[in-house]
C-alpha cells in the first residue's frame, strides 16, 4: 500500500488540508516590513536607485550592455544631432549596494570625425564629473520618494 492510500479517506484529506492550512498561516502576520527606501536595496545586484538613476541619465543613447547584476552599463556611441563631427560612449559602473557617491565609477569615450574617420579625443574631466553628480543626485530623489 502506498504512502498516498491512506489520502483517500476523506477523515485523513481533512486532516491534511487542516494541517496545511495551518501551517500557511503561521506567521504571517509577525514578518517584518520590507523597508523599500533603504540605502541598501538588494533586489538586483547593486542599488535599485543608483542603477535607475543611471539608466535615466544615459537614455539619450542606445544601450550596448545592460547588467543589473553586476552594475554595469555600456551605451553605443552617440552623436548629437547638433554637433555630428562629434560622438560619445559612456560607461557606468555601479561597485555597491549602498547609496554611496564612491559606489559610482563612470566613464566616457570621445571622438571626433577627421577626414572621414573617427579619431579618439580627450574627454573633459569635468563631463565625467557632471553625469556623476547628475547620477547621484537623481538616486537620491528615487530615494526620497520611496520614503514618502
Known amino acids: 500500500m502506498s504512502a498516498f492510500a491512506n489520502l483517500r479517506r476523506p477523515a ?18 509577525d514578518r517584518p516590513k520590507a523597508d523599500l527606501a533603504a540605502s541598501q536595496v538588494t533586489t538586483i545586484g547593486v542599488n535599485s536607485y543608483l ?34 563631427g562629434e560622438r560619445v560612449k559612456v560607461t557606468v559602473t555601479i561597485l555597491d549596494q549602498d547609496l554611496r557617491a564612491d559606489a559610482l565609477r563612470v566613464a566616457a569615450s570621445r571622438q571626433v570625425s577627421q577626414g572621414g574617420a573617427w579619431v579618439d579625443a580627450p574627454v573633459q574631466a569635468a563631463t565625467v564629473q557632471k553625469l556623476e ?12 520618494q520611496a520614503v514618502g
Open 12 to 29: 485523513t484529506l481533512a486532516l491534511v488540508i487542516a494541517a496545511t492550512a495551518g501551517l500557511a498561516a503561521c506567521g504571517g502576520r
Open 51 to 84: 542603477w535607475r538613476a543611471a539608466l535615466e541619465a544615459v537614455s539619450f543613447a542606445p544601450l550596448l550592455q545592460a547588467d543589473s547584476n553586476g552594475g554595469v552599463i555600456v551605451t553605443d556611441w552617440y552623436a548629437n544631432p547638433s554637433n555630428p
Open 133 to 144: 553628480d547628475i547620477i547621484l543626485t537623481k538616486a537620491r530623489e528615487l530615494r526620497r
